[in-house]
């Protein structure tokens, strides 16, 4: 059973016990993404969550990493569109020591002035290594031509030029404006009590400044193209189109479409793009959803000979899937959406990431139960209909390696 509590600054503490294992796995879930940065310093979500490694707390960057693999655990951390999220991995009676190694990251940082230039080479060095990857860069292209210049199109690692820009000051200023207790959740789950989980956020985030963190800036589907490098062994792009918010009545209807068209491989593209002409090793299709809007998205990579077949191929494929969906490809989704919600509980991260999207999504705890009732009102006909208004949108279009594809 899921517990919530609600701290007096506004902590939101929750956690869902596992009976019968002896881990636990503990995060906590900052809406401080890439979508909430101010354009000149597009990065710093990506760049403050490395920064706080460097020391935090009293302890050194050795002594933090001591500390959590002295007991066998693991400390991670993740920065997307959306948020921000630092989480530990131990065994059951060391849950405290994970809760405290992220409170002090998140807020006693030992920023400094060395520190900060070393870790912008590291990051410019991660910029160009996905550069390189034509596989990785290629959705960032996606995001640009989908949203433009909008938060929710700039690339979460940011640029060169804004990377470098960002100072001591700006790193205080963003945990100071992203880490308020009011947007923050700190989750458990695994072996867990959800009395000493609350006992040890009271201790350890009594002094996280109260109050909520600024709404992020509504974002509009724009669609558009863009066209990288040509210098490629293969040839890759991408295909968007506006897709349905989270929370939209038609959003796991979109996601069945989806699935059906590109999501395993069972799917319609794989089978007639790998499996039938042998045109792609990769291809596929998902659906990202956000709080305020979504991205409907085909991916393939392939050889250059074989870009124009290929692409033309995929238009196909889409155009026609809608009018053509049958009751088994939709039962076949459902079945498949249902085992991976259930199946990605079976762990402690699974049951904590769960947790983490539906608080953030519903503001409240929801049951599997409740997911798995929606999954099973889906019908046909609403799957039909959300995949007709998904490719009825203006396309959003990304290629490195060939010309741009024609949207279908």
């Given at each position: 059973m899921m517990k919530l509590t609600t701290l007096s600054n506004g902590l939101s503490v929750a956690s869902r016990e596992m009976p019968g294992i002896e881990t636990a796995a503990v995060g906590l879930y900052a809406r401080a993404g890439s979508r909430?940065?101010?354009?000149?310093?597009?990065?710093?979500?990506?760049?403050?969550?490395?920064?706080?490694?460097?020391?935090?707390?009293?302890?050194?960057?050795?002594?933090?990493?001591?500390?959590?693999?002295?007991?066998?655990?693991?400390?991670?951390?993740?920065?997307?569109?959306?948020?921000?999220?630092?989480?530990?991995?131990?065994?059951?009676?060391?849950?405290?020591?994970?809760?405290?190694?992220?409170?002090?990251?998140?807020?006693?940082?030992?920023?400094?002035?060395?520190?900060?230039?070393?870790?912008?080479?590291?990051?410019?060095?991660?910029?160009?290594?996905?550069?390189?990857?034509?596989?990785?860069?290629?959705?960032?292209?996606?995001?640009?031509?989908?949203?433009?210049?909008?938060?929710?199109?700039?690339?979460?690692?940011?640029?060169?030029?804004?990377?470098?820009?960002?100072?001591?000051?700006?790193?205080?200023?963003?945990?100071?404006?992203?880490?308020?207790?009011?947007?923050?959740?700190?989750?458990?789950?695994?072996?867990?009590?959800?009395?000493?989980?609350?006992?040890?956020?009271?201790?350890?985030?009594?002094?996280?400044?109260?109050?909520?963190?600024?709404?992020?800036?509504?974002?509009?589907?724009?669609?558009?193209?863009?066209?990288?490098?040509?210098?490629?062994?293969?040839?890759?792009?991408?295909?968007?189109?506006?897709?349905?918010?989270?929370?939209?009545?038609?959003?796991?209807?979109?996601?069945?479409?989806?699935?059906?068209?590109?999501?395993?491989?069972?799917?319609?593209?794989?089978?007639?793009?790998?499996?039938?002409r042998g045109l792609a090793y990769s291809v596929y299709s998902s659906l990202a959803p956000y709080s305020d809007t979504g991205l409907f998205y085909v991916y393939a990579a392939t050889a250059r000979r074989e870009s124009a077949a290929a692409a033309q191929l995929i238009e196909e494929v889409i155009a026609g899937a809608a009018a053509s969906l049958t009751d088994r490809e939709v039962e076949r989704a459902r079945t498949q959406a249902r085992a991976a919600l259930l199946m990605s509980m079976e762990s402690p991260w699974g049951q904590a990431h769960y947790v983490a999207r539906q608080f953030f999504l519903h503001g409240r705890l929801v049951e599997p139960a409740e997911v798995v009732a929606e999954l099973e009102s889906v019908t046909l006909d609403d799957v039909r209909e959300a995949g007709a208004k998904m490719l009825a949108g203006p396309p959003a279009q990304a290629t490195i390696g060939f010309p741009a594809v024609r949207a279908a």
């Amino acid at each position: 059973m899921m517990k919530l509590t609600t701290l007096s600054n506004g902590l939101s503490v929750a956690s869902r016990e596992m009976p019968g294992i002896e881990t636990a796995a503990v995060g906590l879930y900052a809406r401080a993404g890439s979508r909430h940065e101010p354009a000149p310093l597009n990065g710093i979500a990506h760049l403050f969550e490395h920064m706080v490694f460097k020391g935090a707390g009293g302890r050194s960057a050795r002594e933090i990493s001591e500390a959590i693999e002295d007991v066998g655990g693991d400390l991670n951390a993740c920065t997307d569109r959306d948020g921000t999220n630092f989480t530990a991995s131990v065994m059951a009676e060391h849950v405290g020591l994970g809760v405290e190694l992220i409170a002090d990251m998140v807020q006693r940082p030992h920023f400094s002035e060395a520190e900060l230039e070393r870790e912008k080479d590291v990051v410019l060095q991660e910029l160009s290594e996905a550069r390189d990857t034509p596989n990785d860069i290629i959705f960032d292209e996606l995001w640009a031509a989908a949203f433009g210049d909008q938060p929710l199109g700039r690339p979460v690692l940011g640029d060169e030029t804004s990377v470098e820009r960002v100072t001591i000051a700006d790193l205080h200023d963003w945990r100071l404006d992203r880490y308020r207790a009011g947007g923050l959740t700190l989750i458990a789950a695994g072996k867990v009590s959800h009395e000493e989980l609350v006992a040890f956020a009271e201790d350890r985030f009594a002094d996280l400044p109260a109050g909520r963190m600024p709404a992020e800036e509504p974002a509009q589907y724009t669609g558009g193209t863009r066209v990288g490098r040509t210098s490629c062994e293969q040839a890759h792009f991408a295909l968007g189109f506006p897709g349905p918010a989270q929370l939209a009545p038609a959003y796991w209807a979109a996601r069945f479409f989806s699935d059906i068209v590109g999501g395993g491989a069972s799917s319609r593209l794989f089978q007639q793009v790998r499996e039938e002409r042998g045109l792609a090793y990769s291809v596929y299709s998902s659906l990202a959803p956000y709080s305020d809007t979504g991205l409907f998205y085909v991916y393939a990579a392939t050889a250059r000979r074989e870009s124009a077949a290929a692409a033309q191929l995929i238009e196909e494929v889409i155009a026609g899937a809608a009018a053509s969906l049958t009751d088994r490809e939709v039962e076949r989704a459902r079945t498949q959406a249902r085992a991976a919600l259930l199946m990605s509980m079976e762990s402690p991260w699974g049951q904590a990431h769960y947790v983490a999207r539906q608080f953030f999504l519903h503001g409240r705890l929801v049951e599997p139960a409740e997911v798995v009732a929606e999954l099973e009102s889906v019908t046909l006909d609403d799957v039909r209909e959300a995949g007709a208004k998904m490719l009825a949108g203006p396309p959003a279009q990304a290629t490195i390696g060939f010309p741009a594809v024609r949207a279908a």
